[in-house]
C-alpha cells in the first residue's frame, strides 16, 4: 500500500510540474506576441523589471537567515561532526 502511494504522489507531482511549465511556456508566448504588436508597452514593462531589484532585502530576512545558519552549526555539533568554517569565522581565527 505504501509503495503504491508513493508512486501516485510521483506521478502527481511530475504532472504538477509538467502542467506549470506548460502555462509559464504559454504565459511567456504571450507576452512575446503582445510585445510585437504594441512595442511603446514593451518598452515600459521592460522598464519596470530591473525597478524590482530596487527594493531591498528587509532585515528581518537577513536576522533569519543568520538564525537559521547558527541552528545548522548548532545541529552539527551536537551531532558530533566537527563544525565547518564560514568566511566571517575564518577572518575572525586570522585577525586574531
Not at 502542467?19 to 504571450?30: P, Q
Amino acid at each position: 500500500m505504501g509503495k503504491d502511494l508513493e508512486i501516485w504522489i510521483s506521478i502527481l507531482q511530475i504532472s504538477l510540474l509538467a502542467l506549470l511549465l506548460i502555462i509559464i511556456f504559454y504565459g511567456l508566448l504571450k507576452i512575446i506576441n503582445w510585445a510585437k504588436g504594441a512595442p511603446k508597452g514593451a518598452f515600459i514593462l521592460l522598464g519596470i523589471f530591473p525597478l524590482l531589484s530596487l527594493f531591498p532585502i528587509p532585515p528581518s530576512e537577513f536576522k533569519n537567515l543568520d538564525k537559521t545558519k547558527y541552528q545548522q552549526r548548532k545541529r552539527k555539533e551536537d551531532s558530533g561532526d566537527p563544525p565547518e568554517l564560514d568566511d566571517q569565522d575564518e577572518n575572525k581565527i586570522n585577525n586574531e
